[in-house]
């Protein structure tokens, strides 16, 4: 593993100088890019799942993005009790504008809902409970990788997943992932996670699709996503679309940003200007990371990063400077 003074030298150097020339992308947008906000420098969290996700949500801190560090000895911060297999898969967190982190995450493999819950702390998470947003489908098969945003113009969070409902699109029911699934993102919003909207539709461009991670981008909204396609020619690459609202209309997928590899589990943070996308190249069980300055052409920065074994997907997230220093403090190593 780099030692952390020289990856974080090596992330700033390759953040702040390269020309961009290792482009794993093609132009996907010619509106120029404007920051939401500053961008951010530091420190970030990382909510992630290890295994199946049986012992519960845990949490990595940096500095710099690129150089993690478990906290509580990679010990699980929140266990849950809702579900039928109670997992902690995909967990997402997201600080609410009073301070609350509110977090969701896939329960278990065949659920027609998620789990959800919110801290101050992050350490005592309460109001555990199961959001049943997909129980008006009976035939649903999953419910999986809820995400959340909280979308500042509208004053509301909206949470979105993946599901497949047989039969509902079925010029691609062969395509999807394992000959069984043919996934759709599909959300809901709410103001106080007591009430939620009717479950809608949000990204269907006909094919199968998993793990969207949407973000703001000045006016306009970017997804990343999973093209999940399997047949006839297997994609499972990461892919970006762009609205002018976060519930839609979506455009088209761009190409794809990722290589020649098997992608998931998009996650992406701003920092210091430069996009960077972290997902999970799962057949090989290591992460990758790939920085832009314009959301058209990225470079493989996965040589600069270094996370705790045996991460598996969920949320980077840009947290203040007290409540990381806080974990470290009582939980660092």
Known sequence: MTSPTLSRTLALLLLATSPLTAQTGRSVSSSPVVADGAPADGPFLFAYFKGNGEDGMHLAHSDDGFTWHALRHDSAFFKPTVGKEKLTRDPSIVRGPDGTYHMVWTAGWNEHGFGYAHSKDLVTWEGETYVPVMANEPAA????????????????????????????????????GGGKYNHRIYYVTTSDFKTFSPTR?????????????????????????????????????????????????????????????????????????????????????????????????????????????????????????????????????
């Open 141 to 176: 098969l999953n419910t999986w990788a809820p995400e959340l945003l909280y979308d500042a113009p509208t004053a509301r969070f909206m949470i979105y997943w993946a599901t497949t409902i047989p039969g509902r699109f079925p010029e691609t029911d062969v395509g999807g």
């Open 201 to 333: 539709l949000l990204y269907e461009h006909g094919f199968s699709v998993i793990d969207a991670d949407i973000v703001r981008d000045g006016s306009r909204y970017v997804m990343f996503l999973k093209d999940e396609t399997e047949k006839p020619t297997a994609q499972k690459n990461i892919r970006l679309a762009f609205a002018d609202r976060a519930e839609g209309p979506w455009s088209a997928p761009s190409a794809p940003i990722t290589g020649d590899y098997w992608a998931e589990g998009p996650t992406v943070l701003r920092i210091g200007g430069k996009w960077v996308v972290y997902f999970d190249r799962y057949r090989e069980h290591r992460y990758g990371a790939l920085a832009s300055a314009d959301l058209k052409q990225w470079t493989d920065v996965s040589a600069s990063l270094a996370l705790p074994d045996g991460i598996r997907h969920g949320t980077a997230f840009a947290a203040p400077a007290a409540d990381v220093r806080r974990l470290v403090e009582r939980f660092g190593q």
